[in-house]
């Protein structure tokens, strides 16, 4: 896990594809945080991406670094409803106490994945967690 999350600090833009009913839905997201092993993002349970990873917790995350590599990672992104998980989450993230604040506040995580760092000149190598 450590790997993946040092690969994203290259990273200047991250995607995450989710699905709206049988279409798929990309935009560009925030660098995830690792907390208590889990890759973690923040966000806003009025937002869209929200919704459809509630209805459907399948995604992909795909970034591309510095020198032609890129990671793609894929797995079933999960809502947190984890009171400790959010907890240590708003410790370990720094500014996020007025996320907290906010009712709308929303943690998600990916579980059940993999993780694929790719380049044009090396061989793939793949991490499960």
């Known amino acids: 896990m450590d790997k993946i999350v040092e690969y994203f600090k290259n990273c200047q ?10 279409q798929a839905c990309v935009r560009p997201f925030a660098t995830p945080f690792l907390v208590d092993n889990k890759l973690i993002w923040a966000t806003d349970v009025s937002k869209e991406v ?19 590599s890129w ?16 907890k240590n989450v708003l410790a370990a993230v720094p500014g996020s106490e007025q996320a907290a604040a906010n009712p709308n506040f929303a943690i998600v995580y990916l579980e059940h994945g993999t993780a694929t ?4 000149g090396a061989a793939p190598e793949t991490v499960t967690f």
């Open 117 to 120: 760092i790719s380049s044009f």
């Open 50 to 68: 929200y919704k459809q990873l509630h209805a459907n917790g399948k995604c992909e995350i795909c970034a591309m670094a510095g020198g032609g």
């Open 13 to 22: 833009v991250v995607y995450l594809a989710s699905i709206a009913g049988d």
């Open 71 to 86: 990671i793609r990672l894929n797995g079933i992104m999960e809502i947190c409803k984890s009171e400790e998980l959010k």
